[in-house]
């Protein structure tokens, strides 16, 4: 079965600076997408950005890209420029091509902006 | 649109009571999806449908009944509600998948489930 792991609980990152999440999964399947979920206190769930694991090049969406490492089963996301609106909980997930429905999910990062 | 919407957003129940969470799309969505949010967890899958007419058993299904008569509303029963089930439900939507498309799902704002 397929797991997904977010190691860091919470993280905080100055306004304007740099800041990457870390996600790692389990599979043994080769064909697969991954997807950063973002949860503000509204608690809505907002599609960041996703990867297709058989593309090599790594997503990127305006401030928020990927480091995808395939081999390595490493899924990070970089946000660059942080803002204060960027402040929320960040879900890793994974999906399997072949599968329709079933979204696998990280246990979370809590992401804090300090001002 | 209003895209995904869930009703009602916030629900006390004591034990033994029941429930029905309402979920609808406008997105004419063929899939559609009921998950639960738990403190320090990912999101779990309780239920999904493929169809109108059709229901499927997630990841944590028991205690959970389901329901789809409409396209675009898709119905999560609690029978008799337990404290185990406090949590913070989220249904969500998707098209059906093509070769084309990765099937993004779109979620409601999620309800606040108490059960004393």
């Known amino acids: 079965a397929q797991t997904v792991t977010q190691s860091q609980p919470e993280m905080s990152v100055q306004e304007a600076e740099t800041v990457t999440l870390s996600c790692t999964y389990d599979?043994?399947?080769?064909?697969?997408?991954l997807f950063w979920y973002k949860q503000p206190p509204s608690r809505q769930m907002i599609l960041v950005i996703r990867?297709?694991?058989?593309k090599q090049q790594n997503a990127t969406e305006n401030r928020f890209s990927v480091n995808f490492q395939k081999a390595a089963k490493s899924f990070s996301l970089k946000i660059s420029d942080s803002q204060l609106g960027d402040a929320a909980m960040y879900f890793c997930?994974?999906?399997?091509?072949?599968?329709?429905?079933?979204?696998?999910w990280g246990a979370g990062t809590k992401l804090i902006i300090k001002p | 649109n209003a895209g995904v919407t869930q009703t009602p957003k916030f629900r006390v129940l004591k034990t033994g009571q029941s429930m029905t969470l309402l979920c609808a799309q406008d997105?004419?969505?063929?899939?559609m999806y009921w998950y639960r949010q738990d403190p320090g967890m990912g999101l779990r899958l309780i239920h999904y449908?493929?169809?109108?007419?059709?229901?499927a058993k997630g990841e944590v299904p028991d205690g959970y009944n389901v329901s789809r008569l409409k396209k675009q509303n898709f119905l999560l029963g609690l029978e008799s509600a337990a404290p185990s089930q406090t949590s913070v439900y989220f249904c969500?939507?998707?098209?059906?998948?093509?070769?084309?498309?990765?099937?993004?799902?779109?979620f409601g704002p999620g309800t606040r489930l108490t059960v004393l």
């Open positions: 969500a939507s998707s098209r059906f998948p093509t070769s084309a498309s990765y099937n993004e799902q779109f």
């Open positions: 997105m004419n969505h063929e899939y």
């Open positions: 449908s493929v169809g109108e007419g059709t229901t």
């Open positions: 599979t043994s399947e080769s064909d697969y997408y």
């Open positions: 990867q297709e694991a058989y």
């Open positions: 997930a994974y999906r399997s091509r072949d599968s329709n429905y079933q979204l696998i």
